[in-house]
């Protein structure tokens, strides 16, 4: 059982506050009621919501809980954390802690399964919209750009020692920009001539750069958008948290329990579509061996099923909140062992 009004140890940058609902808070969470739904949750079921941000799904899923249900909600952002802070409820924990270390978290807390996941990745409007965080190229502000303050590089600090062929490298790899040779030499030359220390700063070196390509602008998409990415999604491991998390949740899914997640870009959902395929197809058995199904069910390694397909939000969200737009997001249960 989870234990209450607890504190646990600090180690690996861990706070846990167990004492810890809420004033409504203007951010618009995508797929609410569909992520909360896909949990199917059951009152006195014990859950985790990965990424709390501004506490959308976390307030709802604490609503369909009953007195003895449990949330568990992890997040790395400063921000987030001091959101969560103000839920007075003790069915509620808040995390400070990457869900990428959800196993260990839960094994200090004592709690030994749950009944459902929810990771909503990638970025908040709110981080977008607050300039000091660095995450957006449309507001002027310190190039940091990290998820969490308190440790870490800054953009800045990065982009001033990088070398161009890792700069290349990781525009490419993490931004699927096309241009990354020519953004990434525009970015190092300007560094040579003034320290690069502003969001709109860069946006200008990366735009030029851009244009000067004759890049045809896919739905108005800003210049910047993709290498603004990538240095995000670099600097924060993003992609690394989500592999090393996807096989943990797994693992800590009581038989029954679901895993949804929600990506926002390509190389996420490529990774979870992946995950999901291969957690719930059994491996491969030569043919013509003499088997019955039950058998080759206790040699397989099928974990989880798939539930539905992907979803998207329907054109009345993505109306009211644009950035939901590319959002999808993916439900799997995990399948009792034989």
């Given at each position: 059982?989870?234990?209450?009004?607890?504190?646990?140890?600090?180690?690996?940058?861990?706070?846990?506050?167990?004492?810890?609902?809420?004033?409504?808070?203007?951010?618009?969470?995508?797929?609410?009621?569909?992520?909360?739904?896909?949990?199917?949750?059951?009152?006195?079921?014990?859950?985790?919501?990965?990424?709390?941000?501004?506490?959308?799904?976390?307030?709802?899923?604490?609503?369909?809980?009953?007195?003895?249900?449990?949330?568990?909600?992890?997040?790395?952002?400063?921000?987030?954390?001091?959101?969560?802070?103000?839920?007075?409820?003790?069915?509620?924990?808040?995390?400070?802690?990457?869900?990428?270390?959800?196993?260990?978290?839960?094994?200090?807390?004592?709690?030994?399964?749950?009944?459902?996941?929810?990771?909503?990745?990638g970025v908040s409007s709110p981080q977008l919209e607050e300039a000091p965080r660095g995450f957006s190229f449309r507001l002027?502000?310190?190039?940091?750009?990290?998820?969490?303050?308190?440790?870490?590089?800054?953009?800045?600090?990065?982009?001033?020692?990088?070398?161009?062929?890792?700069?290349?490298?990781?525009?490419?790899?993490?931004?699927?920009?096309?241009?990354?040779?020519?953004?990434?030499?525009?970015?190092?030359?300007?560094?040579?001539?003034?320290?690069?220390?502003?969001?709109?700063?860069?946006?200008?070196?990366?735009?030029?750069?851009?244009?000067?390509?004759?890049?045809?602008?896919?739905?108005?998409?800003?210049?910047?958008?993709?290498?603004?990415?990538?240095?995000?999604?670099?600097?924060?491991?993003?992609?690394?948290?989500?592999?090393?998390?996807?096989?943990?949740?797994?693992?800590?899914?009581?038989?029954?329990?679901?895993?949804?997640?929600?990506?926002?870009?390509?190389?996420?959902?490529?990774?979870?579509?992946?995950?999901?395929?291969?957690?719930?197809?059994?491996?491969?058995?030569?043919?013509?061996?003499?088997?019955?199904?039950?058998?080759?069910?206790?040699?397989?390694?099928?974990?989880?099923?798939?539930?539905?397909?992907?979803?998207?939000?329907?054109?009345?969200?993505?109306?009211?909140?644009?950035?939901?737009?590319?959002?999808?997001?993916?439900?799997?249960?995990?399948?009792?062992?034989?």
């Open positions: 059982m989870l234990s209450l009004s607890k504190r646990a140890s600090r180690r690996n940058s861990t706070v846990l506050r167990c004492d810890v609902v809420v004033d409504a808070y203007l951010h618009t969470t995508v797929l609410l009621h569909e992520a909360v739904d896909a949990l199917a949750i059951t009152p006195g079921g014990t859950y985790v919501d990965g990424t709390f941000g501004r506490g959308g799904h976390s307030r709802l899923i604490l609503e369909q809980l009953g007195k003895s249900g449990r949330l568990i909600a992890f997040d790395r952002d400063p921000a987030a954390l001091a959101e969560g802070q103000t839920i007075r409820d003790v069915r509620f924990c808040m995390v400070h802690n990457s869900f990428s270390q959800i196993r260990q978290v839960l094994q200090r807390l004592n709690v030994t399964g749950v009944d459902g996941v929810l990771l909503d990745l002027d502000g310190p190039l940091d750009m990290r998820m969490d303050t308190s440790q870490g590089q800054t953009a800045a600090e990065w982009l001033a020692v990088v070398s161009e062929a890792r700069l290349e490298e990781v525009i490419r790899n993490y931004g699927e920009e096309r241009f990354a040779k020519q953004v990434a030499r525009a970015i190092v030359a300007a560094r040579a001539r003034q320290p690069l220390v502003t969001t709109l700063q860069l946006a200008a070196i990366v735009a030029a750069a851009v244009r000067s390509r004759k890049r045809e602008r896919e739905n108005k998409q800003n210049p910047a958008t993709r290498t603004f990415q990538a240095i995000r999604i670099y600097l924060n491991q993003e992609l690394e948290k989500l592999s090393l998390a996807l096989p943990q949740c797994v693992e800590v899914l009581n038989p029954g329990g679901r895993l949804v997640v929600i990506s926002f870009h390509s190389l996420e959902d490529r990774t979870v579509k992946r995950f999901m395929r291969e957690s719930a197809n059994p491996d491969t058995l030569p043919r013509g061996l003499p088997l019955r199904a039950k058998e080759v069910q206790l040699l397989s390694r099928h974990k989880l099923r798939l539930v539905g397909k992907a979803m998207r939000p329907g054109a009345n969200e993505i109306a009211v909140n644009p950035r939901a737009r590319s959002a999808v997001m993916r439900v799997a249960e995990r399948v009792a062992a034989a």
